[in-house]
């Protein structure tokens, strides 16, 4: 069965430290997105992309980048890691598509920057 | 960018029905979903509702939308238990290729 996977699940890191969160699908989908979940703002979109690559910013996308070198990876790079960015991490991806848009969510990965 | 609003929490008595309510501001939009969140999990779709649609029903699920208001309503009838979760209304972003854009989420209580 096709399915969307996060690693790691959770992560501890130390401010100034580079992390980097991965994100693989095997749907075949052209879409995937990063998106951040924190209490009270709901998922906020981190990075997406298009396609191999593609890669567009999102509404909370500083302090982040993204890279699609193939169509079943999305990695997502801290490049010097804050408190401000302990959060849980989403990624999702879905057909590229005017019409519609379901996406398909992986289970997720708790960061924790001290 | 565009704001969905959603109440934060509802608590319901099991058995009772739970009505979630959503309000989004992209009038063009063609597709409302209803996500699902249980805890420690990533979002699963619900259902969805096509804009030329006023009501969607699907076993205990009813979606309901008001294009006029901008409004959009998941009831679940017969709530359970397991019903008790984060729901999230999203809305596809007009002229994207797949872009959604979320509320921040419902968290439902089921009491016995």
């Known amino acids: 069965d096709a399915e969307i996977t996060q690693s790691p699940r959770h992560k501890i890191t130390e401010t100034g430290r580079q992390v980097t969160l991965a994100c693989h699908q095997t749907?075949?989908?052209?879409?995937m997105f990063w998106y951040r979940q924190d209490l009270g703002h709901g998922l906020r979109l981190i990075h997406y992309?298009?396609?191999?690559?593609?890669?567009n910013k999102g509404e909370v996308s500083d302090g982040y980048s993204v890279s699609r070198s193939n169509t079943e990876d999305l990695p997502l790079t801290l490049e010097s890691a804050a408190s401000s960015q302990t959060s849980v991490y989403f990624c999702?991806?879905?057909?590229?598509?005017?019409?519609?848009?379901?996406?398909?969510f992986g289970p997720g990965t708790r960061l924790t920057v001290t | 960018g565009e704001d969905v609003e959603q109440s934060l929490f509802l608590s319901v008595r099991e058995g009772d029905s739970s009505v979630i309510n959503c309000t989004y501001t992209d009038s063009s939009s063609t597709y409302l979903y209803w996500y699902k969140q249980e805890p420690g999990a990533g979002l699963q779709l619900l259902t969805y509702?096509?804009?030329?649609?006023d009501m969607k029903q699907d076993q205990r699920l009813t979606v309901l939308l008001n294009k006029k208001d901008k409004h959009l309503s998941l009831r679940i009838a017969d709530t359970q238990t397991g019903d008790s979760a984060i729901y999230f209304c999203?809305?596809?972003?007009?002229?994207?290729?797949?872009?959604?854009?979320f509320g921040a989420g419902t968290q439902v209580v089921v009491t016995p």
């Open positions: 509702i096509f804009s030329n649609m």
């Open positions: 992309s298009y396609g191999v690559h593609d890669t």
């Open positions: 999702a991806s879905s057909e590229s598509s005017q019409l519609g848009g379901e996406q398909y």
């Open positions: 999203a809305e596809k972003i007009t002229d994207s290729w797949g872009k959604l854009q």
């Open positions: 749907w075949n989908h052209n879409n």
